[in-house]
């Protein structure tokens, strides 16, 4: 607890950083390079050529902060597409590299074949690929040197987003035509929708020069981007969320690294002031906040410790002295689940997991006892540290580092590892006169009790405001971004 009073929000807010990656590799391959005539109102209808080549410098707010580099090849069962990313980004003052790289294989109307994804930051790596058929996808993953398989069904034909603006030069769009594309994202293991909207017709500078383009929206999760396309079909800027930019430069431009600076803090950036300063958090019972910017359907506020009424959101802490010793044969919940199962990124029945769990609790103890020592162990066993990431319990106990997402999904691994029922919930948690990004944990110890490890809290502060549970709920933040209204009306 001493540490985390020392770094206030250190780790907070990381899990949006994950997120905003995402989504700007999203932006990246939507807006996809290719060929293309404009006859009258027809606009990306010209057959695609092969072996093309596209460099974009990648600002925020008009600030370098990395570059990206697609090529597109012609095969003989459709077309490939490889696209690497390269971004310093900033976090908490500090300033981390990261690397990915998607290798996509297309049939010829640009479905999905199959796909290579490789993430690299500083600390952590992540590798994954995957084979389509069917609408099965059959997933490997690369953890520690060990390979897992999972088949994924997925509910719509389906597309990488490298191959989206490829997919769109097939169809006949004029202004004011619109076409949804499914996606899927390798990095956050999600099929979601993505609506492009054909615009209008504008003349930027690009390189010195003045070029006409098409310019197009893409809906992601109801997150407006936007990108400018010219009269040749390559893409030559786009324009996302919270400043970040793309531009359509040289080679040599794009690898002068040189040029490198310091951005904003994204952390800071998404963060939300408060309206008041809530002095000793860790005694308030109760908190009311009026809450804008969600629609229904869109979160899971309103639910245990949470109330929401007229958007007035109540949250209330919980107690923990009249808990059950014991807690089994009360795992069965409404969605017959029981949240004690392995997953891709909770590695509970991994052997390492297990042996770690049984050297700190035992069978016998209660389930109170149970959690309580592991919260602290992760407390203080991981180095408080933002990383850049996918989150996975398994390389999490191997490095000892992380920030809220790390710790989260080790403690969801240990917990479950020792037969408590737990999950993974995000939002907003109050820090200094400011409300970050952050992920904590929900335990089942005969009821749902909110607890942070990184803040050694079980039950939580009533500052931690759920958004989203469960780890594929979390992408779900990124519509919330920047939409998001609270106003602290009563604390107790």
């Known amino acids: 607890m001493a540490i985390y009073r020392i770094k206030h929000h250190w780790i907070i807010g990381s899990l949006f950083i994950l997120l905003f990656a995402f989504l700007l590799i999203l932006r990246l391959g939507i807006l996809e390079e290719g060929e293309a005539e404009h006859k009258g109102d027809r606009i990306f209808t010209a057959q695609i050529k092969t072996d093309q080549e596209t460099w974009m410098n990648i600002f925020q707010q008009g600030k370098k902060m990395g570059y990206a580099h697609r090529q597109f090849y012609k095969t003989v069962e459709g077309y490939r597409i490889v696209e690497s990313v390269f971004m310093q980004i900033n976090i908490m003052g500090m300033l981390q590299d990261i690397r990915f790289k998607t290798e996509g294989n297309f049939h010829p109307d640009l479905t999905l074949s199959s796909f290579d994804f490789k993430l690299q930051s500083s600390l952590f790596r992540f590798k994954a690929r995957g084979v389509l058929q069917d609408k099965i996808l059959t997933l490997f993953t690369y953890q520690l040197g060990s390979e897992q398989k999972i088949d994924l069904p997925l509910e719509k034909e389906s597309t990488l987003s490298l191959g989206l603006l490829k997919a769109l030069?097939?169809?006949?769009?004029?202004?004011?035509?619109?076409?949804?594309?499914?996606?899927?994202?390798?990095?956050?293991?999600?099929?979601?929708?993505?609506?492009?909207?054909?615009?209008?017709?504008?003349?930027?500078?690009?390189?010195?020069?003045?070029?006409?383009?098409?310019?197009?929206?893409?809906?992601?999760?109801?997150?407006?981007?936007?990108?400018?396309?010219?009269?040749?079909?390559?893409?030559?800027?786009?324009?996302g969320s919270l400043g970040i930019g793309l531009e359509q430069v040289t080679k040599d431009e794009a690898l002068n690294k040189m040029t490198l600076s310091?951005?904003?803090?994204?952390?800071?950036?998404?963060?939300?002031?408060?309206?008041?300063?809530l002095p000793h958090v860790s005694r308030l019972q109760e908190l009311k906040i009026k809450i804008d910017g969600i629609e229904n359907g869109e979160s899971f506020l309103n639910g245990g410790r949470q109330s929401l009424k007229n958007k007035i959101l109540t949250i209330r802490k919980?107690?923990?002295?009249?808990?059950?010793?014991?807690i089994k044969g009360e795992m069965v919940f409404e969605d017959g689940k029981t949240y004690l199962e392995s997953t891709l990124f909770i590695q509970s029945d991994h052997p390492e997991i297990q042996a770690k769990a049984r050297e700190m609790v035992s069978t016998d103890d209660p389930a109170l006892v149970k959690a309580k020592r592991l919260v602290t162990w992760v407390n203080k066993n991981i180095q408080k540290r933002p990383v850049l990431s996918v989150p996975n319990a398994l390389e999490t106990l191997h490095h000892r580092m992380g920030d809220c997402n790390e710790h989260a999904v080790l403690l969801a691994a240990l917990a479950r590892a020792s037969g408590i029922p737990a999950q993974v919930e995000a939002g907003l948690v109050y820090q200094k006169g400011r409300f970050y990004y952050h992920a904590w944990n929900v335990l089942y110890l005969g009821a749902w009790i909110t607890t942070d490890a990184v803040m050694d809290q079980l039950p939580s502060d009533v500052t931690h405001i759920r958004f989203v549970r469960g780890t594929?709920?979390?992408?779900?933040?990124?519509?919330?971004?920047?939409?998001?209204?609270?106003e602290i009306l009563a604390a107790q």
Not at 209 to 221: D, I, L, P, T
Not at 262 to 277: C, H, M, Q, T, W
Not at 472 to 486: A, F, H, P, S, T
């Open 318 to 326: 919980e107690s923990v002295s009249n808990l059950p010793s014991s």
């Open 262 to 277: 310091r951005g904003e803090d994204l952390i800071e950036v998404v963060s939300l002031p408060a309206n008041k300063i």
């Open 472 to 486: 594929e709920r979390q992408i779900d933040l990124v519509q919330m971004i920047g939409r998001v209204r609270l």
């Open 169 to 239: 030069n097939h169809e006949d769009l004029k202004p004011g035509d619109s076409r949804t594309f499914h996606v899927f994202d390798p990095a956050t293991m999600t099929q979601r929708p993505v609506k492009v909207v054909v615009l209008t017709e504008e003349t930027i500078p690009i390189m010195g020069h003045q070029k006409k383009a098409k310019k197009v929206s893409v809906h992601f999760m109801g997150v407006p981007q936007f990108a400018w396309i010219g009269e040749d079909g390559t893409v030559l800027k786009e324009e």
